[in-house]
């Protein structure tokens, strides 16, 4: 088992990586496809990552833009 060399553990790894990313591309509306790219070996991972770091998310046009917008909205209240 630990004779497997550096590819092996690289796609182990990889296998590893592949169930959670498919669970946060699902709730972050993205393809879950995406995650089997974790397989790829040395370059797999980032690429993975990539589409979630660069993609625009759905749920985040909702947030606070700035520190003091939320100071405005409770001025609205009062």
Same mark, same amino acid.
């Given at each position: 088992?630990?004779?497997?060399?550096l590819?092996?553990?690289? +796609?182990?790894?990889?296998?590893?990586? +592949?169930?959670?990313?498919?669970?946060?591309?699902?709730?972050?509306?993205?393809?879950?496809?995406?995650?089997?790219?974790?397989?790829?070996p040395f370059?797999?991972?980032?690429?993975?990552?990539g589409f979630?770091a660069?993609?625009?998310?759905?749920?985040?046009?909702?947030?606070?833009r700035?520190?003091?917008d939320?100071?405005?909205?409770?001025k609205?209240?009062?």
């Amino acid at each position: 088992m630990f004779g497997m060399g550096l590819l092996g553990w690289t +796609v182990v790894i990889g296998i590893l990586f +592949v169930l959670p990313l498919w669970r946060i591309n699902e709730r972050a509306g993205l393809n879950p496809y995406y995650s089997l790219f974790a397989l790829i070996p040395f370059a797999g991972l980032p690429l993975a990552l990539g589409f979630l770091a660069f993609k625009p998310w759905p749920n985040g046009e909702h947030r606070i833009r700035g520190p003091f917008d939320e100071f405005d909205r409770a001025k609205e209240h009062f």
